[in-house]
């Protein structure tokens, strides 16, 4: 991932392969995007961007450090609400198992994965990431102010503004070719509108499978199992409005 030093932007890098992602052919020194991976996390939490040169060891021990406090935090969330594993499942549409290894820290979960964790405890996706402040309430948020999601799988999800208030979120994804939102389809409390801006994208939705092309929308209840594909061979970019409530 080519990221221009001088800039000072919040990047959570999920997945020790996306700190190496090539610049894709729109990128202007930055990654823009939304989505997910479900193996080799790493998370960056307020830091400045690392130069591509860093080593290896060191994303491998970030990512260690990231998924042991994201799991510690999840185990502690369940615990406080009293549910065991299997009514956490119920709750998200994951298995039992894939969330044990998520409080242990065997396994990266997707940020589609997190979002639904989130949303079963009521909180926010980043209220699983410890030390992740809260996002400043101004009028203008700057570039360099925007968090930036980045996965090994080519999918980077930039947030534009989270308005946790009035339970909304405004993010610009971008979908390398195969990317993907989630390994399987998701569920979760809310509402989605999205819009393609460049690129394909195939969004399959409750059953059904829709293929969208630049100036396209969609809408739908976000309680319906969804997920976000570029079958593509080229990049795809979207606007993504979420809200918490349907």
Do not use: C
Not at 208 to 224: C, N, Q, R, W
Request: aromatic share 4%; no cysteine.
């Amino acid at each position: 991932m080519s990221i221009d030093p001088s800039r000072s932007e919040r990047l959570i890098t999920v997945g020790s392969q996306a700190a190496r992602r090539p610049p894709s052919q729109h990128s202007t020194g930055h990654d823009w995007g939304h989505v997910d991976a479900e193996e080799n996390m790493a998370s960056r939490f307020d830091r400045e961007t690392p130069s591509t040169g860093q080593p290896d060891r060191d994303l491998e021990s970030l990512a260690s450090t990231a998924l042991l406090a994201i799991g510690t935090r999840v185990r502690q969330l369940r615990n406080e609400r009293g549910l065991t594993l299997q009514a956490l499942a119920e709750m998200t549409g994951l298995s039992a198992s894939l969330l044990s290894l998520v409080e242990r820290g065997k396994t990266s979960p997707s940020i589609g994965t997190l979002v639904s964790i989130a949303h079963a405890f009521d909180v926010h996706m980043t209220d699983l990431m410890p030390g992740m402040p809260a996002p400043p309430e101004l009028p203008v948020l700057r570039h360099s102010e925007q968090r930036v999601y980045a996965t090994p799988e080519g999918v980077n999800r930039r947030i534009l503004r989270d308005d946790r208030v009035r339970g909304l979120e405004v993010a610009l994804n971008e979908y390398g070719p195969g990317g993907k939102s989630a390994e399987s389809l998701l569920h979760h409390d809310g509402y989605e509108y999205g819009v393609v801006i460049e690129g394909s994208l195939i969004v399959e939705v409750d059953g059904e499978t829709y293929e969208l092309e630049p100036g396209d929308s969609i809408a739908y209840d976000s309680k319906h199992p969804h997920r976000i594909t570029n079958q593509g061979t080229t990049e795809a970019r979207a606007m993504w409005v979420n809200l918490d409530r349907a």
